[in-house]
């Protein structure tokens, strides 16, 4: 039994592929040796924050910015495609209810009070949007070691807008019901879909609200039930209520997560989770089928196309052997942006440019890995996302527009029959 | 073009791939309904940590029902339902092993002395004082699934027939289950495999040891899994298919006896590489273009819940690939971690409340699904899931023998 696709990955990159190949409606499993990295980031959609400067507007920033960087993921899809990836993605995470657009950053706090400029946030994070600033009561747990108001408030207050507004916060510490040494996200969420649970938050924080026009909490705002604990809170606070991004486990990137996944069921597509991808087979430069541990065995499972979709050096996409040559893990395949041998890979600050920053696969038009003679590798093998050559997505805030457009950018290729 | 791993790792230096991301403590069915369970990643590479040597820094890793999906989801390759299982037995071994959890642990020896009274025995684990009774002397939840024991066993009922010679032979490792409580799946097995051509050896064989390793008796653990290995090596079969229709038991051959109780054996490793779950074997047939499918339809709703010991087999759900071969029948895929039920875990007087709390989310989507029947690979899941919703529970092969034409 083949597969018409597999995908390599369950990240942002391969959910998106693999959404959008099970919608067209062919038969896709999505491979992935634990779970992706959707659950740890803050569930919003950056696509361009940094170009070094901030971005107001990622859409006009674009063409200047990969002129600037010929060899970036961004340049391997068009302005039409990153739109219709947004758009499409809109469409898919209706339940979280998306909003923002490619042409105006929202800012966004984070954990450390810092401004997070990215282009599409979920419902429960709509209010924070400080870009024309803001007048905000940041109200944290009694116990809860995850999230500390004060810093978040007292960065933001000090943060720049730009001469566009400013920001005043106060933070307050509130009970909330539970075990104060146990309190845990995943738990918190969860009792906060009880009404009760919530009523008891709203009220508490309701006797704490001065002057304040919103009321930032963090971001454990139910899990399954998210829309329903947000707008009671709403409700019984009186004013906006948004979510602000704890360390992970996050719940808002597990919602988008669960919703991705019932997206791929629905479509008749599958994900296997667990499953680490050893090797591949290949014969007339098409990949047959991909070799997969089992609890005792490897099985080669077989499919017409399939999508690279593993992540760079954080996520094993990469492999560093000490002292050797950087490859890709599963195919072997060629990395660009690798320091030649003997030169240090490392640089001494954490913050300074890294010489591994780039490292990724060079890929042409339809998104085919290049082998080592600059062709194809694979007709049948595409890549997209982390594992792609050419970005900084940390320092450019990138990471989830490239995955996202590329991701949908190789379910189009796929579709389009160019493999 | 196989990438050789850049380093070989055990189960407890794995620890040193954790980055302390969480995935596991999101995921761990446990963590996220009580405050008794830190998660798995605070009692596993956390406090391993603190163990070389050393006591366990508490006991809350009793509270782990060693479900597996941490082990699952971690993008790092770290083995952290293993590192638990290992400190679960150290500290059992350290703080001693209630009665309850012996018992618990031996299936067979269970199945042994309730069949011979098992009008009795049936009796009791139906009457609610006696089930008040044994939850007070023995911390067996009073409204804990439990089955019920056969008078004829499996291994009767195979003894007295005579499976049909053919040059396909397959050996058939039954489990404690099939053998005491269920031998109508092992009879469903049986003609399954027989109907596609196999002559179905199934020597005598007693338990995995598999609750005897949840239950942290490591050392009858290794024993039972030894034994059972060399008890599949029948001679002159060493080359023949093995296969089990209890995934966790399954799962014990595959693994779980190298891996977590780091047994060193021959006949288990040998036993180990062609050991098959029913499903697994029949989708490699049918890949091969040689499964039967002479199908009846089946005119009904069926909801699939893979098992977590089913998931961890890596196999992917080879029993909705062959389900969806079945015409008439409306499959819905059931797609949440864990029952809650985890072996012996619910039936515990201090977790049958945690474990029917992980399992209400499957509980809400098989009620919203109103199928007629649950499938589901695994035993106590079945029990556990028929239990708590009132929805009848199959093993997904009596799907299979019913389009079979079985009745």
Not at chain 2, 127 to 135: G, K, P, Q, Y
Not at chain 2, 213 to 228: C, D, E, H, K, M
Not at chain 2, 312 to 335: C, F, S, T, Y
């Amino acid at each position: 039994m083949s597969h018409d696709v597999i995908v390599i990955g369950a990240g942002m990159a391969g959910m998106a592929a693999g959404v959008r190949l099970a919608q067209a409606g062919l038969d896709v499993l999505v491979l992935a040796s634990g779970q992706g990295g959707i659950p740890l980031a803050p569930g919003v959609i950056d696509v361009l924050g940094y170009a070094p400067q901030r971005v107001g507007n990622p859409i006009a920033e674009m063409g200047g910015f990969v002129d600037l960087h010929p060899d970036h993921p961004y340049a391997k899809v068009s302005l039409a495609d990153l739109a219709a990836a947004v758009d499409w993605f809109k469409e898919v995470t209706a339940p979280l209810a998306y909003s923002g657009s490619l042409q105006a950053n929202q800012l966004m706090p984070t954990a450390l009070g810092a401004l997070r400029p990215t282009a599409l946030v979920p419902e429960t994070m709509r209010a924070g949007n400080l870009a024309a600033g803001g007048d905000l009561l940041i109200v944290g747990f009694t116990g809860y070691r995850d999230f500390y108001p004060s810093l978040v408030a007292e960065n933001l207050a000090a943060a720049s807008l730009d001469g566009a507004g400013s920001i005043q916060a106060r933070a307050v510490e509130v009970g909330i019901a539970g075990d104060p040494r146990a309190l845990r996200p995943q738990l918190l969420a969860r009792s906060l879909e009880v009404q009760a649970v919530r009523a008891s938050l709203g009220r508490a924080i309701r006797a704490e609200l001065a002057h304040e026009r919103a009321v930032g909490v963090p971001a454990v705002l139910g899990l399954e039930h998210s829309h329903e604990v947000w707008s009671d809170l709403e409700d019984l606070v009186g004013l906006p209520v948004f979510e602000i991004p704890t360390l992970p486990p996050s719940q808002p990137g597990l919602r988008l997560m669960a919703v991705l996944t019932r997206a791929l069921r629905r479509s008749g597509g599958r994900l296997q989770m667990g499953t680490t991808v050893a090797g591949a087979t290949a014969s007339n430069g098409r990949v047959e089928a991909v070799v997969v541990d089992q609890a005792s065995r490897q099985m080669a499972l077989e499919a017409g196309h399939f999508v690279l979709a593993s992540g760079g050096i954080g996520t094993g996409g990469v492999a560093i052997p000490p002292g050797g040559q950087l490859r890709e893990s599963i195919f072997g395949l060629p990395l660009a942006g690798a320091p030649p041998d003997g030169q240090p890979r490392y640089a001494d600050h954490y913050f300074s440019p890294q010489p591994l920053d780039r490292v990724g696969l060079m890929v042409d038009a339809h998104l085919r890995p290049l082998g080592p003679g600059g062709a194809p590798a694979y007709s049948n093998l595409h890549a997209a996302g982390a594992a792609l050559f050419g970005a900084t997505p940390w320092r450019e805030k990138s990471g989830d527009g490239i995955s996202l457009a590329t991701g949908f950018r190789a379910a189009a290729v796929i579709l389009e029959g160019a493999g | 073009m196989r990438a050789a791993p850049l380093v070989e790792f055990d189960v407890r230096s794995s620890l040193d791939h954790c980055i302390k991301c969480t995935i596991c403590e999101s995921a761990c069915p446990v963590a996220t309904v009580t405050e008794l369970f830190p998660g798995p990643k605070t009692v596993g590479p956390q406090a391993e940590r603190f163990r070389a040597g050393a006591h366990s820094p508490d006991t809350s890793v009793d509270y782990c029902s060693g479900c597996g999906v941490c082990s699952r989801v971690c993008p790092q390759g770290v083995r952290i339902a293993e590192i638990n299982s290992r400190a679960r037995a150290q500290l059992k071994a350290e703080r001693g092993i209630p009665l309850r959890d012996q018992m618990l642990a031996r299936p067979g020896v269970l199945g042994r002395l309730g069949r011979p009274v098992a009008p009795l025995f049936n009796w009791a684990i139906g009457n609610s004082a006696m089930r008040l009774l044994a939850e007070r002397t023995v911390a067996i939840h009073h409204l804990a699934p439990s089955p019920r024991v056969v008078t004829r066993t499996f291994s009767y009922w195979m003894g007295r027939r005579h499976s049909p010679e053919a040059r396909r032979k397959v050996i058939y490792f039954h489990g404690c289950s099939t053998q005491y409580f269920e031998p109508e799946v092992g009879k469903q097995v049986v003609a399954i495999l027989e109907h596609n051509g196999f002559q179905v050896i199934a020597p005598k064989q007693d338990c995995c040891g598999l609750p005897l390793q949840s239950n942290g008796i490591y050392p009858a653990a290794r024993q039972y899994v030894t034994r059972l290995a060399r008890q599949l090596s029948v001679p002159g079969t060493e080359q023949l298919p093995v296969i089990a229709s209890s995934t966790s038991c399954g799962l014990m051959l595959k693994r779980e006896g190298l891996e977590i109780l780091g047994v060193d054996d021959e006949h288990l490793r040998d036993v180990s590489r062609r050991t098959y779950d029913i499903f697994e074997f029949l989708l490699e047939l049918h890949q091969r273009g040689e499964l039967r499918t002479d199908f009846q339809p089946v005119p009904l709703t069926i909801a699939y819940h893979a098992p977590c010991q089913q998931q961890n087999q890596e196999i992917g759900k080879p029993a909705l690939d062959i389900l969806a071969l079945v015409p008439g029948l409306r499959l819905v895929e059931l797609d949440r971690y864990c029952c809650g039920i985890a072996g012996t875990y619910g039936t515990k007087r201090e977790k049958y409340e945690i474990a029917m709390r992980v399992g209400e989310p499957l509980f809400a989507d098989i009620q919203d699904a109103s199928p007629d029947l649950v499938a589901c690979d695994s035993e106590t899941c079945r029990w556990q899931i028929a239990k708590a919703t009132g929805v009848t529970s199959v093993h997904p092969l009596e799907v299979l023998y019913r389009a079979y034409g079985g009745s």
